[in-house]
């Protein structure tokens, strides 16, 4: 009789760490013990039988058995051969017609050709399906308490930590503490990736760093001793890498650095720049530097005539002194805020802050991947073609998010108050970032109307300023 041997090697329950030498082996002594031989060898590797991947030895052994090249199969046990009893249906119809037996190392001949040898065979496949079903809500259950217990959930080496995931390596511990007091001291994450590459600072893997590796190291909740499992957190029985304030901090740099995207509200080194528009003509307002009487300079608004190509913007008959407008807007503001409308305003904004972090999250995500996208063109790693389809792909998505995120973040600015603080207090604590949020949530543009005869003699504070000239058009 000519017989093909199968062996599989799986991690799975009977034979488990015997290797497919040894079950071809075993099989070899069954073949001679039945005087046969062995015309092929058909193996497959690490691949679990009931999962329902392709097996690409199992097909081959199929193949030949249809093509009449071998009588017989010889198997270390039915479970290498076959795990589910829908494979099992499959190999009898293939066996049947050509009255294929298969023998076992383990168990004797699989009788495939009676009634009762095929139930046997059924009810051996039935029973390997519930071990496996069984055993994969073990392993859930047993995962479920690891993560409760704050267990390292295994797989990949933590960056920072030895493979067990609870022993800290200093040396690495140092760069993931690097990347996050860079982040907070406003480096971005591309500038830190390029950096430690530079240092020649291997990944946990040994590669080279991006920007989303050390994002997503430094990021991580584990750094503050926190095990995630499924969307729920435990604190976890490994050393923290940074404190809770540093962790705060970085929280905070995130945030910061994404409430600022949108056209108006770019990081800008002005309180009002894109918000200001000219009152003869309507279009925005540069702020230049404008020689004063007495030869000195200072900032202001200006309607640009012409734009830097030469095109024609504006009637550039306008312009007006920055800091008493910046002045005039900001007593407005707090004299708006002070009514009881705005608790009402702030009671409204100060929702949870969950759906505004996930949405930080994806938004970085986005400008991280534009930005390999960029890397991997500029290392001719990919074509201009797949370059350009990549980034518009990219970047409409960014932009999508950037809308959302905009919305989102302007109506939770006002959240942010600290409680026992006026807003006045807030506003002479804040950053720039955080009052231009605040100016866009409440002004949709301030128009700067033309001198008037007698504006000579308007005084406002310390200003020869005319207030009537600024006209604010709110929100809401
Ligand atoms: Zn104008």
Redesign the pocket.
């Known amino acids: 009789m000519r017989f093909a041997i199968y062996g599989r090697i799986s991690r799975d329950r009977v034979g488990a760490g015997l290797g497919v030498e040894r079950q071809v082996t075993d099989c070899r002594d069954l073949v001679s013990g039945l005087k046969g031989e062995v015309v092929a060898i058909f193996r497959d590797d690490d691949i679990s039988a009931y999962s329902g991947k392709h097996r690409p030895g199992y097909e081959s052994l199929l193949q030949a058995i249809k093509n009449g090249d071998v009588d017989a199969v010889a198997v270390w046990h039915q479970d290498r051969l076959l795990r589910r009893t829908i494979d099992l249906e499959n190999y009898i119809e293939v066996c049947q017609p050509l009255n294929v037996a298969t023998y076992t190392v383990k168990a004797g001949q699989l009788d495939l050709t009676t009634p009762a040898g095929r139930a046997v065979a059924k009810t051996l496949a039935a029973w390997a399906s519930y071990e496996v079903e069984t055993s994969t809500d073990r392993v859930k259950a047993a995962k479920l308490q690891a993560a409760r217990a704050g267990k390292p959930s295994g797989g990949n080496r933590a960056y920072g930590y030895e493979q067990n995931g609870m022993v800290i390596i200093e040396r690495e511990c140092a760069v993931v503490r690097e990347s996050i007091e860079r982040f907070i001291a406003g480096h971005s994450w591309n500038e830190i990736a390029l950096d430690f590459n530079a240092r020649s600072i291997p990944t946990a893997k040994g590669n080279k760093w991006s920007a989303i590796n050390v994002r997503n190291v430094a990021v991580r909740p584990r750094n503050i001793s926190i095990r995630v499992h499924n969307d729920s957190e435990y604190p976890a029985q490994w050393p923290a890498l940074v404190s809770q304030d540093t962790w705060d901090d970085l929280q905070l740099a995130i945030m910061k650095g994404q409430a600022i995207y949108g056209k108006r509200s770019y990081a800008r080194k002005h309180l009002l720049s894109g918000f200001v528009f ?6 925005r ?1 540069k702020i230049i530097n404008a020689q004063q009487r007495d030869g000195s300079y200072s900032p202001a608004f200006s ?1 640009r ?1 012409k734009d830097h190509r030469g095109q024609v913007v ?5 312009k007006r002194k920055k800091d008493p407008v910046e002045d005039l807007i900001v007593d407005c503001i707090m004299y708006r805020l002070d009514t009881p409308d705005l608790a009402a305003l702030l009671a409204s904004s100060k929702n949870d802050t969950t759906e505004l972090k996930a949405l930080m999250r994806d938004h970085e995500t986005q400008s991280l991947r534009l930005q390999e996208i960029l890397n991997l063109y500029s290392t001719g790693d990919i074509t201009f073609d797949e370059y350009k389809i990549a980034k518009v792909a990219a970047a409409a998505r960014l932009q999508a998010l950037g809308r959302e995120l905009d919305q989102k973040s302007t109506r939770n600015t006002l959240g942010q108050v600290p409680a026992g603080q006026s807003v006045r207090e807030a506003w002479d604590r804040a950053d720039l970032a955080w009052r231009r949020q605040l100016v866009d949530t409440l002004i949709d543009k301030i128009l700067i109307h033309p001198k008037q005869l007698g504006d000579g003699k308007a005084r406002y504070k310390q200003w020869i300023f005319n207030p009537d000239r600024v006209e604010i058009r709110w929100t809401s």
Do not use: P, R
Request: aromatic letters at 0%.
């Open positions: 000219c009152g003869l003509c309507d279009s307002m309607c005539k504006g009637c550039g008959k306008v």
